[in-house]
């Protein structure tokens, strides 16, 4: 597994974010995003959480991941770090920023030491730029490499990378730990690690992350809706609670749905990523897991046991399931997905 997570931010509010991440400080910026879509904004104040960190499951010791960044005011004091590769909740290593601008990587967070600073590429206030860190975790034979909207700036081919002192992670934060002046915006954010084919073992390069929603009924609707059609239950830009949904009072039930196009036509697909929001309302076991249909067959994804409060569960296809091949734009347009109850 290659293809680990990524995130538009354009289908929460702030305060889905806790749902959905590990440690969730700061709230989601309609219309701050990149395309007039939302976008992730650090803005804790004086609560400050840590960004927003979520844990991983990857198969080797190198993390890469890219997100668009736009600051504030470049030149403020008080910048910590705004990307963490962590293990066990150890800030492995970090990047900062600097008051000229430029970006600077270091073992552990912005209190550990100073590894590299970049000489070019400087990030420009209230501009996003895309920011992309490939890191190999390592105590001893560690490395890494900075990029700015696809140039490298900045590499470290031999270091200790490890704060914590073992190799590997299972972490990654945005945000960072404290913006005490300007706060960041953030969008269009993905992870991978090291493992796999290519592409989704490199960088990606300047991405974007749509989200995309249910527009109809799909091949099967065996869940139950409060109200009107199955798929008109789950089609909200932003999860909307109790006020409407559907129910599987036992199992197996599935329920699929069509969803919106590629937006845009042309571009490749690295990953489709199935967010399933749900609860348990009732005690006894529960198991649901993600279903993605190619080609009139149902591909069920791993289960998981939802908890008696809203939650996401989310599952990364670096490859379409039905053909064990890289996406296709025809290909995604014709699958439906959806969730069945497994137990």
Not at 31 to 52: F, M, V
Not at 196 to 204: R, W
Not at 221 to 242: F, I, K, L, Q, R
């Amino acid at each position: 597994m290659a293809f680990l997570w990524m995130d538009s931010f354009d289908h929460m509010v702030g305060a889905d974010l806790a749902a959905k991440y590990n440690t969730a400080g700061g709230t989601i910026s309609a219309g701050a995003g990149r395309r007039g879509s939302a976008a992730y904004y650090a803005n804790a104040g004086p609560a400050y959480t840590g960004g927003l960190t979520r844990t991983l499951a990857p198969a080797d010791n190198t993390c890469i991941l890219g997100v668009a960044v736009k600051l504030g005011d470049v030149s403020s004091s008080g910048y910590y770090y705004f990307l963490g590769v962590l293990k066990a909740g150890t800030v492995q290593c970090s990047v900062n920023i600097n008051a000229s601008g430029y970006l600077q990587l270091y073992r552990g967070d912005n209190g550990g030491t100073l590894l590299a600073t970049a000489a070019t590429q400087p990030l420009i206030a209230n501009t996003y730029s895309y920011v992309e860190l490939k890191v190999v975790v390592h105590p001893s034979t560690g490395s890494a490499t900075l990029r700015v909207d696809g140039t490298s700036v900045l590499t470290v081919p031999t270091a200790n990378t490890a704060a914590g002192g073992s190799a590997g992670w299972d972490q990654v934060r945005i945000g960072g730990n404290s913006f005490a002046i300007a706060y960041p915006s953030l969008d269009d954010y993905y992870v991978l690690d090291g493992s796999g084919s290519a592409p989704l073992n490199d960088f990606l390069g300047n991405v974007r992350v749509d989200a995309g929603y249910p527009t109809g009924a799909g091949a099967t609707t065996g869940w139950t809706p409060s109200a009107g059609a199955n798929y008109a239950c789950v089609d909200e830009a932003t999860p909307n609670g109790d006020t409407d949904y559907v129910t599987a009072s036992s199992s197996p039930l599935t329920d699929t749905y069509n969803v919106s196009d590629i937006p845009l036509p042309g571009a490749p697909i690295y990953g489709v990523q199935v967010s399933v929001y749900a609860k348990k309302t009732d005690a006894g076991s529960c198991t649901l897991a993600p279903v993605v249909r190619h080609s009139g067959t149902d591909y069920v994804g791993t289960g998981f046991a939802p908890a008696t409060t809203y939650g996401y569960n989310t599952t990364p296809y670096g490859t379409n399931p039905g053909t064990g091949a890289a996406w296709t734009e025809a290909g995604f347009n014709a699958i439906e997905v959806g969730v069945k109850r497994t137990a």
